[in-house]
């Protein structure tokens, strides 16, 4: 697939303009059967060019905004000037529609197999800013460049070419590399190649720089020295991994163990340089570390700095060397990185936990967290994307990974997969095959299948259950023991299969606390019933040392003593913790709250069970004490999650739930309520920002008044409610359907709203509402508006909304609003419908967050005719759908900006709810 390919190239850097001029030549080589009449080239530094690549998608998926409010300036591009063969032939040459950063180059003539062809390319890069991937220019003006040349893509029957979306996986064949730079004299150069020559100038230097077979050429341009060369016995260490604190004398100790351990393991590194740099760290951290300030450090002596830097040399070893497809069979090095990374904390640090010295802290040592190992946190982080159905099959093409997939949880389950493996064909026949395959396959064309079947080779255990069942599938391991019989001399007992998978299982037989042995288990497909020794064993245990990322643990273990005691010991805890499936754990939080003025200040607390990982059945039960309504006010919930696999209706919810609060002054609501919640996603598109659900619910509402200033009609009513909701949450477009379905004694109702917003290329964001809703049936009493279609303010009979003032009608509280209904901004005289509304709300951007709105409606109440009302005016919008203020300026109402009291007229829209608060970070990841 990959032959003698070389790359030499002639680069003039103009630091103030940001730019490159390059003179590039290739002498390609096809090494395949077939004859070529055209060749695709790479150029990732044009996937910035416009709002409309495949990389800007990409940012927009995952709702960043810095891309597409970024200014054209800073945004880089590839103008290339000519493409020519060797006899100085003009070649034809276009950018594909669908990847603008790869280019289709027309051969002159025919490329035979085996021949080589050579192209002359002259082009000008305009050099990206680093804020949209760490690569580029800084503001400091240094360049810090990765895949910032043209390459030719791989070829083995078809052209693998990939645009660029940010995940640093580029597949190219290998090329010898020949570069001659020219840049300013006060920039220092850093980079994998060797220096073969460096020429001075009276402003400018010129470095020229050779490689052998590469396949990654970082480039950092630096105005000041920032990176440190470590010289070890098996190779040098460049790298500006952050060391505040280090000596140079354990700087280089470490950096030595390191790459001896490497070596060691993975076999000699065939260059003389590796590049470790602060970027490739930031992209690829020690979760959880990454999140702590950088004045914690919760591991002993360097050990923080070790791990980072071992982390990235692992990384940037396995892509230097394993030339695998790295977009599509990328599972393989991100496996071999976690299991090394598990084996270098099993041989040097076997005690370190997952919280470092921070579990030897006074409060934090409680926790079960604490007690839990650090190898122990891959599994947890898989076992979070698994336990909520959002895990995704190894084969999955990497591009098609959600964020949390591709950079955390899939890397997570490649790795102890392999240790899950190694374990089963015992003897280390894993590492030995890790390990024979990188010294056959170092720098040469190899797939997924050349590790397979040395692996076979290696061992004659069946192994076909980890790349079918495992690597191919989302399919959960879990199983069970039940009907244990005992006799004096033997145990007989069931394994139960919960699920699909055809995988092995460990089993062991204690002794208290003591291991008397261990087997493995095959074929155990729905139960299997076995016998073994008695051997005086206390307990037999399914995956006691945790090396199958199993879904469910609590259910792996059966005593051989007493009668109760496989009835799992009741476990009580301050705070949320992570699953011990050795206990059944409640858990307990203090809260305080504060979600509405009439109960004010509310001290409490949340008995519960759900832990870090997802439960399938979650139980919460909140008692608060409210200081203003002086009562005991709260609520409880159970809810039963069924995970379905495989279709576009991936989750069901079944709940029950019930609360008691104030609805105003000496006014109190009651609300329980059963449901049904349906949820649907793309199951062949997981990034999809498509989603849909439907739910159904009822709800029996009782209210109590105790104010006598309060008029309360129609105190005790249900309401049966269908909602379906179908919506499409992008940053740039954005829709949503909103249908409503409600049947009560007294009336009946149906609504539809729908929703859509458009983010223009020039950053002008544009957005229509539409509401219509009409009752079925209206039975309500002519004089309340309870039940009624509101047009500026629902007065949620159905308690939907997190009013802090719900009853008030003066004051700020009364200025909260929640667009729903009407979603009109201005209070108008005629605020309700009891037959009919249809209304439009409409806005768009005048400069950055403000922007102008104006609604317009139908009113239509019993025996009057229908109503035209219309408002508008200014829309600062800070975040969108979490903080907004709105300025009405004209209405039905007149000019109301001259209004004496206009500033109870202005509109606020906000959220203290921290799961709310919570989905702008999910969106990103899930």
Excluded at 91 to 119: A, C, F, T
Excluded at 306 to 324: A, P
Excluded at 880 to 886: G, K, S, V, W
């Amino acid at each position: 697939m990959f032959g003698q390919n070389e790359i030499k190239i002639d680069a003039q850097f103009n630091m103030p303009n940001k730019s490159a001029k390059i003179a590039q030549t290739i002498h390609y080589q096809n090494t395949s059967n077939d004859t070529l009449k055209t060749i695709y080239l790479n150029d990732w530094n044009n996937s910035f060019s416009t709002k409309r690549t495949p990389l800007a998608d990409r940012f927009t998926q995952e709702y960043s905004t810095k891309f597409h409010f970024a200014k054209n300036e800073m945004r880089g591009y590839t103008n290339i000037t000519a493409i020519r063969d060797s006899k100085d032939q003009e070649l034809m040459h276009s950018r594909l529609k669908l990847h603008p950063d790869v280019v289709e180059v027309q051969l002159s003539e025919p490329l035979l197999p085996n021949q080589s062809y050579q192209i002359q390319l002259f082009y000008n890069l305009q050099f990206p800013d680093h804020t949209f991937t760490d690569y580029g220019v800084t503001d400091n003006n240094e360049f810090n460049l990765k895949y910032w040349y043209m390459t030719p893509a791989a070829y083995d029957g078809q052209w693998h070419y990939y645009s660029n979306k940010n995940l640093d996986d580029l597949f190219i064949p290998k090329a010898n590399l020949f570069l001659k730079l020219e840049f300013p004299k006060n920039y220092a150069l850093y980079s994998e190649l060797d220096i073969q020559d460096i020429t001075q100038n009276d402003s400018t230097q010129t470095f020229s720089l050779f490689g052998k077979d590469r396949v990654d050429s970082k480039l950092y341009l630096n105005k000041f020295p920032k990176f440190n060369f470590v010289q070890t016995d098996n190779f040098t260490v460049i790298t500006n991994l952050e060391n505040e604190g280090i000596m140079p004398t354990d700087r280089a100790i470490i950096t030595d163990k390191i790459t001896q351990f490497i070596t060691e393991n993975l076999g000699p590194y065939p260059h003389n340089y590796l590049l470790v740099t602060d970027i490739e760290y930031r992209k690829d951290p020690l979760y959880g570390l990454n999140q702590l300030p950088k004045f914690i450090n919760p591991f002993p002596g360097n050990l923080q700095y070790e791990l980072k830097l071992l982390k990235t040399t692992l990384k940037n070893y396995l892509d230097n060397t394993l030339l695998l497809d790295s977009r599509k069979e990328y599972w393989l090095k991100d496996g071999i990185q976690i299991y090394y990374l598990m084996k270098y904390i099993d041989e040097y640090y076997p005690d370190l936990k997952l919280l470092g010295t921070l579990s030897n802290f006074w409060g934090i040592r409680s926790f079960h967290a604490a007690d839990v190992d650090f190898n122990e946190q891959y599994n947890l982080y898989f076992m979070q994307m698994a336990r909520t159905n959002r895990d995704q099959s190894l084969t999955t093409a990497k591009d098609s990974l959600l964020k949390f997939n591709a950079n955390i949880a899939g890397k997570y389950k490649a790795g102890i997969g392999l240790k899950y493996l190694n374990d089963f064909v015992n003897s280390g026949i894993v590492e030995k095959t890790i390990q024979e395959y990188l010294q056959n396959f170092s720098l040469k064309a190899t797939t997924i299948s050349d590790f397979e079947n040395l692996l076979k080779k290696n061992t004659d255990k069946d192994v076909d259950w980890f790349f079918t069942d495992y690597i191919n599938t989302t399919e959960k391991i879990d199983f069970r023991i039940k009907d244990v019989i005992k006799t004096k001399d033997s145990v007989t007992f069931t394994i139960k299969n919960k699920r699909k998978t055809n995988v092995p299982v460990s089993l062991f037989t204690l002794k208290n606390d003591s291991v008397l042995s261990k087997q493995w288990i095959e074929d155990v497909h729905g139960s299997k019933t076995l016998t073994i020794p008695h051997n005086d064993a206390t307990k037999l245990v399914l995956n006691y040392d945790n090396t199958i990322p199993e879904y469910n643990l609590r259910d792996n273990w059966k005593s051989l003593e007493g009668w109760f005691f496989n009835n799992k010991p009741l476990q009580f805890r301050l705070f949320k913790d992570i699953e011990d499936p050795n206990y059944n754990q409640v858990f307990f939080m203090p809260l305080v709250e504060f979600n509405n003025i009439y109960d004010g200040l509310t001290l409490g607390a949340k008995v519960y069970n759900k832990t870090l990982l997802m439960k399938n059945f979650s139980y919460r039960l909140s008692p608060k004490y409210s200081f203003n309504s002086k009562t005991i006010t709260g609520g409880a919930s159970g809810i039963y999650t069924q995970h379905v696999e495989d279709q576009d209706l991936f989750r069901i919810n079944y709940g029950l739930g019930g609360s008691y609060s104030s609805f105003a002054e000496n006014a109190f609501v009651t609300v329980i309520s059963p449901s049904v919640s349906l949820y649907f996603r793309d199951n062949d598109n997981y990034r999809s920002n498509k989603s849909s659900f439907i739910n159904f619910r009822y709800l029996d509402i009782s209210r109590t008044n105790n104010n006598p200033l309060l008029t309360v009609t129609n105190p005790d009513y249900s309401v049966f409610n269908v909602r379906y909701v179908n919506a499409y949450t992008d940053l740039i477009d954005y829709s949503k359907f909103y249908y409503d379905f409600q049947a009560a004694r007294q009336f009946g109702k149906i609504s539809v709203n729908y929703e859509w917003r458009k983010l223009t290329e020039n950053n002008r964001q544009f957005n229509f509402r539409f509401f219509a809703g009409t009752f079925l049936y209206n039975k309500t009493d002519e004089n309340s508006d309870f039940f009624s279609f509101a047009l500026d303010r629902p007065t949620d009979y159905l308690f939907d909304y997190n009013y802090l003032g719900r009853s008030e009608d003066t004051g700020i509280f009364s200025q909260q609003i929640i667009i729903a209904e009407g979603g009109f901004k201005s209070k108008l005289d005629t605020p309700f419908a009891n037959q009919w509304m249809t209304t439009a709300n409409v806005s768009t951007t005048l400069w950055r967050f403000i922007e102008a709105y104006g609604d317009i409606g139908l009113v239509k109440n019993k025996s009057v005719n229908p109503k035209f009302v219309y408002d508008s005016g200014i829309r600062l919008n800070l975040v969108t759908d979490y903080f907004e203020l709105y300025f009405p300026i004209y209405s039905n109402l007149g000019w109301e900006v001259d209004e004496p009291n206009y500033s109870q007229r202005i509109r606020i829209k906000f959220t203290l709810d921290p799961e709310v608060l919570l989905g702008l970070f999910r969106r990103k990841w899930y």
